[in-house]
């Protein structure tokens, strides 16, 4: 059975006392996670460790970078390794949001070395996929999150693609207040897990975790992860305030 995550992205928000409020209101909660499911908090680096005594390794809730570096190590100043990270106690890294695409450049090939260095440092990628507004107005989606997948995926062994999360995130539907809708966003996900299925197998393809990310809500959080190929959510906005993403976390 794969897993259903819902992960909050901060992005660059909050400061430290702010950080600490929302993990203990998160925490307070009492969300009871069936087995197989994981809630993932996405930090800035200068909050991990915080974050993670807090969190003090409650069953079911993970730790995550929001990006790592490309490099191994060196002389890469305000750079990030993921070794660094492995080595205070990280699990997930998101890597390939289209904030990072887009404002840091990241291609496919970049990604594709941040992903082996991630998984050489026992840390599980989080790699975002998704089209802008031109291609899907142009309907050409499902080639553009394939060269996507191919380019930053492909090179990756069946037993390495076993620590993958893949989040499909519409660029048209990132802060903008739209949501792909449940239909469009099944699609999608459909189609990554044939495209999956085509290159590792039938079984790599059903364990996969594919997460929907875009101004996932509360509010239309139930119709997405009720889709058959939708395993949870990567949320942006929502994920800052803790009643909602308990809202969103209750849907999984
Ligand atoms: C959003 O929900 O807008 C996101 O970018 C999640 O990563």
């Given at each position: 059975m794969r897993k259903k995550i819902v992960a909050g992205n901060w992005k660059m928000n909050l400061t430290l006392g702010q950080a600490e409020q929302l993990i203990n209101d998160i925490l307070q909660a009492g969300l009871r996670l069936k087995e197989g499911q994981e809630v993932v908090l996405a930090t800035p680096f200068p909050y991990l460790l915080k974050a993670k005594s807090l969190l003090k390794n409650t069953p079911g809730f993970y730790l995550a970078a929001q990006n790592s570096a490309s490099?191994?190590?060196?002389?890469?100043?305000g750079e990030v390794s993921a070794e660094m990270l492995s080595s205070i106690g990280v699990d997930y890294v998101i890597l390939g949001h289209s904030e990072r695409r887009e404002y840091f450049q990241e291609s496919n090939a970049t990604l594709a070395k941040k992903i082996d260095l991630a998984l050489a440092n026992n840390i599980k990628p989080i790699f975002c996929c998704g089209e802008p507004l031109e291609i899907r107005k142009a309907e050409k989606q499902n080639e553009y999150v394939a060269k996507q997948l191919e380019e930053s995926l492909y090179h990756l062994t069946e037993e390495q693609l076993k620590n993958i999360v893949i989040a499909y995130e519409p660029i048209w539907a990132i802060g903008t207040g739209l949501t792909a809708s449940a239909a469009q966003a099944q699609d999608m996900h459909a189609f990554i897990r044939a495209q999956i299925a085509a290159k590792y197998g039938r079984e790599a393809a059903l364990n996969i975790t594919i997460l929907y990310g875009g101004s996932a809500k509360p509010s239309n959080a139930g119709e997405l992860f009720a889709c058959p190929d939708v395993d949870g959510g990567l949320i942006g906005g929502a994920s800052l305030v803790a009643a909602d993403f308990q809202a969103i976390i209750s849907h999984l």
């Open positions: 490099e191994k190590s060196g002389a890469y100043t």
